[in-house]
């Protein structure tokens, strides 16, 4: 598996970037079709400080787009989220890609001139209608580069290739998959996972966390109030194509109201029954030399029950492209732990019963760690944080 960040950086986008930061910078406002953003206002400033008073349009260009790109890097890093390439749309026209694909498609016989543009027959390839590759004034539209891009990736040698958009473009993926079906590709390629938007609720009120950004709302932003463990489980409580609502009251919050605190504390309670067996001078002996028959009220048979379709989750989730499996996985697995936690206790007075359940915590630590690293999801052996309090007698065991 490779994972590719592709930039939009070539077009007329980025020249009307560059005016609308070179605007902010000189303290005007940026033209009627520009970008007009308040976090254009901060990267003025930001600009000035480290070029000075004599910066060019081209030079707030590369500036500009260096920066851009330098924070999506780092911002996605405080997620854990890293790209094996990031793969320039400007490399595709510097190259001749873009006009390369063009003729090849031309020589297939798949497009043709209307209009003084040329077109691509993508309805002969089941999409609603024929699309165009090259507007009446000779620039070409973005099928024709992401056409470009998906064919020098193929190229590379990939042989499946899985893009993720938004919801916004869902009417160009049968224009991208008839293009490449065009230029020999399969059917149905690339496939196309469709993102559906984030809104973000306190108090059961919308919220813009972003003064800097005007109506944007940034990863950074987010961050900056949730840790990136809750950030990162809450993104995955759900299938990518769904509406999701985060409520930040619940993501920020210690307690077991937070879908990750519940997880996480699951985990770290378990280390912590480890700890106090140790300090109470109870080793778990090797698992070859332990007795499981003892293991028999429900909720132990539950929780083993939970552990054993650990496997058949992460296969389902990979074929289904959907981590919100494994993410219900992990939550429900903690949530059968904790109930477990507080009706058993598992250092207790008979000695193959403690040795029993001590290798019962043991595998539900190991699922739920391994589970959560699936998710890119920390797995600690103690919460920092304020402990939650449970009311059980059990707890005497550990936090």
Not at 39 to 49: F, G, P, S
Not at 117 to 143: I, K, N
Not at 158 to 182: E, F, K, N, R, Y
């Amino acid at each position: 598996m490779h994972r590719e960040y592709y930039l939009n950086d070539a077009g007329s986008q980025l020249d009307t970037f560059a005016a609308s930061l070179m605007a902010r910078y000189e303290d005007r406002e940026p033209p009627d079709d520009g970008y007009h953003g308040a976090y254009l206002a901060d990267m003025a400033v930001t600009m000035r400080a480290e070029l000075g008073d004599a910066v060019t349009v081209d030079r707030a260009l590369d500036w500009g787009y260096e920066h851009v790109v330098g924070q999506l890097r780092s911002d996605l890093a405080r997620i854990g989220v890293g790209f094996d390439t990031w793969f320039s749309e400007r490399t595709l026209h510097d190259r001749g890609d873009v006009a390369d694909v063009l003729g090849e498609l031309q020589k297939v016989g798949v497009t043709f001139e209307a209009d003084g543009a040329t077109w691509l027959r993508s309805s002969d390839y089941g999409d609603q209608r024929d699309r165009v590759l090259v507007r009446s004034d000779g620039t070409t539209t973005y099928l024709a580069a992401d056409l470009a891009y998906h064919r020098d990736k193929l190229r590379r040698g990939w042989t499946h290739l899985i893009d993720i958009w938004g919801a916004d473009h869902h009417g160009q993926v049968p224009s991208i998959q008839a293009g490449m079906q065009a230029l020999g590709a399969g059917p149905g390629e690339p496939e196309v996972i469709l993102g559906q938007l984030v809104r973000l609720e306190r108090g059961g009120e919308s919220v813009r966390l972003s003064k800097r950004a005007g109506d944007v709302v940034t990863l950074a932003d987010i961050l900056d109030e949730v840790d990136p463990d809750a950030c990162r489980l809450t993104f995955l409580l759900q299938s990518v194509d769904t509406a999701q609502t985060i409520d930040l009251d619940v993501v920020t919050a210690q307690s077991m109201e937070n879908p990750v605190y519940y997880v996480q504390y699951a985990h770290a309670r378990i280390a912590s029954i480890t700890r106090h067996a140790g300090d109470a001078g109870v080793a778990r002996r090797p698992l070859d030399d332990v007795d499981l028959a003892p293991l028999t009220d429900e909720r132990e048979l539950d929780l083993l029950r939970a552990v054993h379709a650990f496997d058949e989750v992460v296969a389902e989730a990979a074929e289904f492209r959907a981590p919100y499996k494994v993410t219900n996985w992990v939550r429900d697995l903690a949530g059968r732990f904790h109930r477990f936690y507080a009706e058993c206790r598992v250092v207790t007075d008979d000695e193959e019963l403690t040795q029993a359940r001590l290798w019962l915590a043991e595998a539900v630590r190991i699922a739920l760690g391994s589970g959560l690293g699936l998710l890119g999801v920390s797995a600690p052996e103690s919460m920092e944080r304020r402990e939650p309090e449970t009311g059980s007698e059990a707890d005497s065991e550990g936090p």
